[in-house]
Structure formats: C-alpha cells, structure tokens
C-alpha cells in the first residue's frame, strides 16, 4: 500500500534552468511508481516543464502536507505558488528563480525534520540565483546542515556508475590545501564514504585514498599524515587502500575496477577524473546528513534550457540512489 512506502520529496530545481524538464520526464519512469513522490514547487514551473518534455504527469494537488493521502496515490505536488504566477524566463539568474528555490527546499526541510519525507532529490540549483534570492551560504550543502542541525562531520559525495568519490578539502586555495591534510582530517571522509556506500548497497566498499603529492612523493604528507589515516581506518574495519598517485588514480580505481570509491585531498584532483570519465553521468550525494539528499551533478545548462535536449540519466540515476539509500535507512 502507498502508505507504507518511502517519502522522497522532488524539488524542481532552478526553474530558469534544465530542472522543471528533467523533473517532467523523471515522474514517467517507472521507479517513481515504488515510492511516494511529493514534488514541492510552483504549479506553473512544473507546467513549463511539462510543456518543455511534452509529458502531461496526473498528479494530486495539494496545498499542505497534511492533505495528502497516500490512499488516494503515490504522487502528489504540493503547491507553494500561494496565488504567484511569475514568469520565469529560461536561460538567466534571477533573484526570483533563488527565492522560489529556497522557499521549495525549506519547506523540503522542514518536513524532512517532522519525519513525514524520507530523501529529498532535486533538479539542479543555481549558486547565483540562490544567492540572489537570499542564500547566505557558501554553497546549499551548508544551508541543509544549518536548516538539519547537523554537528557532525558532512561533505559533498560524487557519484558516477556507482563509483563514488571524497574529498578532504572542497572550495579552498590551492596554498591552503597542505596544512589542512591531517590525518584527523583525512579519516573524517573516509568513515563517512565507507558508511554511505553501505547505505547504497555495497557490503564491503573497497576505499581508494590518493596522495597529496605527485607520485606520492616529494612531500611528507603522505608518510606523516595520509598513511597513519589509512591505518587507523583498517584498524576499525574499514577496507582502506593507499595512497594512489592522483594521476593514475582514476585509471586504478575506476576504469580497472580495483576499488568502488576514493578519498582524495583536494577538489580538482577528484573533480578532473571524474567529469573526464563521465560528467553527462554524474550524481552529487550530500554526505553525513540525516537523511538522503541527493542531486544530477551537472548544473542548471542554460545554454539548453527549454530545448528539451537535456540528458535524464543522471536525474534518474540521483533518484535512485536517494531511494535505496532512504530503503536501507528505514528498514
């Protein structure tokens, strides 16, 4: 029955963007039939994104959550329009696009604390319009930690083909990357992606942890710090490797198969090997939050918006991941 499924909250992304359309086309696959689907946004963005796809979805539409009755469906969208029509127009930051998005992502939230969803999975936000429309964080990543009071440990996931990436340090100079590779720093991402894996599936998950330095050497980051994390890791059971030299890593880890995630010490060293090997694939996890959140890696593609050309696996492949992850947690 639709009441004993999981709560995944969909969130329309920015509505100047590819979002509204990716979401159109999400609610006609299959998976969203084993799930209760509530999409939170305004009724016309959906409807601009059904015009875009050419996919008219029967939904059930709300205006509280407490109207929904999962007797009567699986779908439902709850409207927070509140009487606003605004046309958003395709293809440019706004601080309209931003408040919308943030008001659909807090409402999310808020339910995601009352326990009534179970994952959220959005279309792709963009930074300018969230910061436009009042973001006062660095990235949406930090608002849901605030909004979730969360305390502990959390970073960005990145996903492709179910291999999963880490990092130490995210969006910091290049300078300041060095002091920051410790090994307390280094065994943070490493527990963390280990656990996550396991929510996703994977018994045993096989970590990858890359050097610091090219080759490994010339430094002694790896001997001092990312050795004695690695060590401390299999200490408490954790399939940990390493450190790989970052410019074969990938080639390792991914490509031959040898391992199912890795941990690395800066953003691009990550970033370049996976958006080399699948960026029209890619899916961004919010990590060391309480609950599965879940996202297309790729951005708002304005370049493309309302030309229905935009590529739904990473959308599909986000959702269920966000899925299986919210099944592991609740079961």
Same mark, same amino acid.
């Given at each position: 029955?639709? @009441?004993?499924?999981?709560?995944?909250?969909?969130?329309?992304?920015?509505?100047?963007?590819?979002?509204?359309?990716?979401?159109?086309?999400?609610?006609?696959?299959?998976?969203?039939?084993?799930?209760?689907?509530?999409?939170?946004?305004?009724?016309?963005?959906?409807?601009?994104?059904? @015009?875009?796809?050419?996919?008219?979805?029967?939904?059930?539409?709300?205006?509280?959550?407490?109207?929904?009755?999962?007797?009567?469906?699986? #779908?439902?969208?709850?409207? =927070?329009?509140?009487? #606003?029509?605004?046309?958003?127009?395709?293809?440019?930051?706004?601080?309209?696009?931003?408040?919308?998005?943030?008001?659909?992502?807090?409402?999310?939230?808020?339910?995601?604390?009352?326990?009534?969803?179970?994952?959220?999975?959005?279309?792709?936000?963009?930074?300018?319009?969230?910061?436009?429309?009042?973001?006062?964080?660095?990235?949406?990543?930090?608002?849901?930690?605030?909004?979730?009071?969360?305390?502990?440990?959390?970073?960005?996931?990145?996903?492709?083909?179910?291999?999963?990436?880490?990092?130490?340090?995210?969006? !910091?100079?290049?300078?300041?990357?060095?002091?920051? =590779?410790?090994?307390?720093?280094? !065994?943070?991402?490493?527990?963390? !992606?280990?656990?996550?894996? #396991?929510?996703?599936?994977?018994?045993?998950?096989?970590?990858?942890?890359?050097?610091?330095?090219?080759?490994?050497?010339?430094?002694?980051?790896?001997?001092?710090? =990312?050795?004695?994390?690695?060590?401390? *890791?299999?200490?408490?059971?954790?399939?940990?490797?390493?450190?790989?030299? /970052?410019?074969?890593?990938?080639?390792?880890?991914?490509?031959?198969?040898? $391992?199912? /995630?890795?941990?690395?010490? $800066?953003?691009?060293?990550?970033?370049?090997?996976?958006?080399?090997?699948?960026?029209?694939?890619?899916?961004?996890?919010?990590?060391?939050?309480?609950?599965? !959140?879940?996202?297309?890696?790729?951005?708002?593609?304005?370049?493309?918006?309302?030309?229905?050309? *935009?590529?739904?696996?990473?959308?599909?492949?986000?959702?269920?991941? *966000?899925?299986?992850? *919210?099944?592991?947690?609740?079961?």
């Amino acid at each position: 029955m639709s @009441q004993n499924k999981i709560n995944i909250a969909l969130l329309l992304g920015d509505p100047s963007g590819i979002g509204p359309e990716l979401v159109s086309k999400l609610l006609n696959e299959n998976v969203t039939k084993k799930v209760n689907v509530i999409v939170i946004g305004e009724k016309n963005i959906l409807e601009s994104g059904n @015009q875009i796809s050419g996919i008219n979805n029967e939904l059930n539409y709300v205006e509280n959550f407490d109207q929904i009755n999962f007797e009567n469906g699986n #779908k439902f969208f709850l409207d =927070i329009s509140k009487g #606003k029509n605004y046309d958003y127009k395709l293809s440019e930051c706004s601080k309209e696009s931003g408040e919308s998005v943030l008001a659909a992502l807090n409402l999310a939230l808020k339910l995601a604390k009352e326990k009534k969803i179970h994952a959220i999975n959005f279309g792709p936000f963009n930074k300018t319009s969230l910061k436009l429309g009042g973001n006062k964080h660095s990235d949406e990543l930090h608002l849901m930690a605030e909004s979730l009071n969360v305390k502990n440990f959390f970073c960005e996931f990145n996903v492709i083909d179910n291999f999963w990436t880490a990092r130490v340090t995210s969006h !910091i100079p290049i300078r300041e990357v060095a002091d920051q =590779i410790k090994k307390e720093n280094i !065994i943070r991402p490493i527990k963390l !992606i280990n656990e996550a894996m #396991k929510l996703n599936g994977i018994k045993q998950p096989r970590v990858a942890v890359q050097a610091l330095n090219p080759h490994g050497e010339f430094g002694t980051e790896e001997k001092d710090e =990312i050795l004695p994390a690695i060590e401390e *890791a299999k200490k408490i059971g954790i399939n940990a490797d390493g450190p790989l030299p /970052c410019d074969t890593s990938f080639i390792t880890a991914y490509k031959n198969k040898n $391992y199912d /995630c890795i941990v690395g010490m $800066y953003h691009d060293a990550l970033q370049s090997g996976l958006k080399a090997f699948g960026f029209d694939r890619g899916v961004t996890v919010q990590g060391g939050l309480p609950l599965p !959140i879940t996202t297309p890696a790729h951005g708002t593609a304005f370049d493309i918006a309302g030309q229905n050309k *935009a590529n739904l696996e990473p959308t599909l492949n986000s959702f269920k991941i *966000a899925l299986t992850m *919210a099944e592991n947690i609740n079961n």
